[in-house]
């Protein structure tokens, strides 16, 4: 198999646990995706591959990145580069990333369970629409840039819903904030609609 040569650089998140590996180009063209522990990593090799690292805790992967929770008993300086080396070999010798997803198993529902997939709720009012539109336009591409991921749930009487993965439900101080952020954001652009805002982790 002929490399492909790939630059893979490291960025550091509000979670000093989590570390989150950029790749210049896309790596998972499905849903972004967490995994909790080396069995649900099945269906992506190279997360699996990085669970064989006895400091990492959970890994998330994005299109173009993935974000590292590592075990408290190592400092980054120390192993940052070692996963950043990792990672852009494996991709680099065109190994698979994510298995795409066959019918039969986006069909069960333990596989979507397994995995903690987020759900997109497609939005059914115009309020909805214009929630997410919000959230996709100014909210995402922060949370994004600390790798992480956020998507709409649901809105009833005033609370908005909000799922958050990756590094923004990594550490409750970062949840307050985002919610706190998010809520200022949407009360002052949806005035008189908006009364709380609840994000859940998944």
Same mark, same amino acid.
């Given at each position: 198999?002929?490399?492909?040569?790939?630059?893979?650089?490291?960025?550091?998140?509000? *979670? +000093?646990?989590?570390? =989150?590996?950029?790749?210049?180009?896309?790596? *998972?063209?499905?849903?972004?995706? $967490?995994?909790? *522990?080396?069995?649900?990593? @099945?269906?992506?090799?190279?997360?699996? @591959?990085?669970?064989?690292? +006895?400091?990492?805790?959970? %890994?998330?992967?994005?299109?173009?990145?993935?974000?590292?929770?590592?075990?408290?008993?190592?400092?980054?300086?120390?192993?940052?580069?070692?996963?950043?080396?990792? #990672?852009?070999?494996?991709?680099? !010798?065109?190994?698979?990333?994510?298995? $795409?997803?066959?019918? /039969?198993?986006?069909?069960? !529902? /333990?596989?979507?369970?397994?995995? =903690?997939?987020? &759900?997109?709720? %497609? +939005?059914?009012? !115009?309020?909805? &629409?214009?929630? %997410?539109? #919000?959230? !996709?336009?100014? %909210?995402?591409?922060?949370?994004?840039?600390?790798?992480? *991921? #956020?998507?709409?749930? =649901?809105?009833?009487?005033?609370?908005?819903?909000?799922?958050? @993965?990756?590094?923004?439900?990594?550490?409750?101080?970062?949840?307050?904030?985002?919610?706190?952020?998010?809520?200022?954001?949407? =009360? &002052?652009?949806?005035?008189? &609609?908006?009364?709380?805002?609840?994000?859940?982790?998944?």
């Amino acid at each position: 198999r002929k490399k492909v040569p790939i630059s893979v650089y490291a960025e550091s998140t509000p *979670n +000093p646990d989590e570390m =989150k590996f950029v790749c210049k180009r896309v790596i *998972n063209p499905n849903d972004s995706v $967490e995994f909790k *522990n080396i069995e649900e990593a @099945q269906i992506a090799p190279l997360c699996s @591959q990085l669970f064989n690292f +006895p400091f990492v805790k959970e %890994v998330f992967l994005a299109r173009n990145f993935i974000s590292i929770t590592k075990y408290n008993i190592l400092e980054w300086e120390d192993i940052v580069m070692e996963v950043r080396e990792f #990672i852009r070999e494996y991709i680099a !010798e065109g190994r698979t990333v994510i298995n $795409e997803p066959t019918a /039969e198993a986006s069909g069960s !529902e /333990e596989a979507t369970k397994e995995t =903690k997939k987020i &759900q997109e709720v %497609v +939005p059914e009012t !115009e309020l909805e &629409q214009k929630i %997410v539109d #919000i959230l !996709e336009e100014y %909210v995402r591409p922060a949370v994004e840039a600390d790798g992480g *991921n #956020i998507s709409f749930r =649901k809105y009833d009487h005033g609370i908005v819903t909000v799922a958050l @993965q990756g590094a923004c439900s990594g550490g409750p101080s970062a949840s307050v904030t985002l919610k706190q952020g998010i809520e200022t954001m949407l =009360k &002052q652009m949806l005035p008189g &609609q908006i009364e709380a805002v609840i994000a859940e982790a998944i």
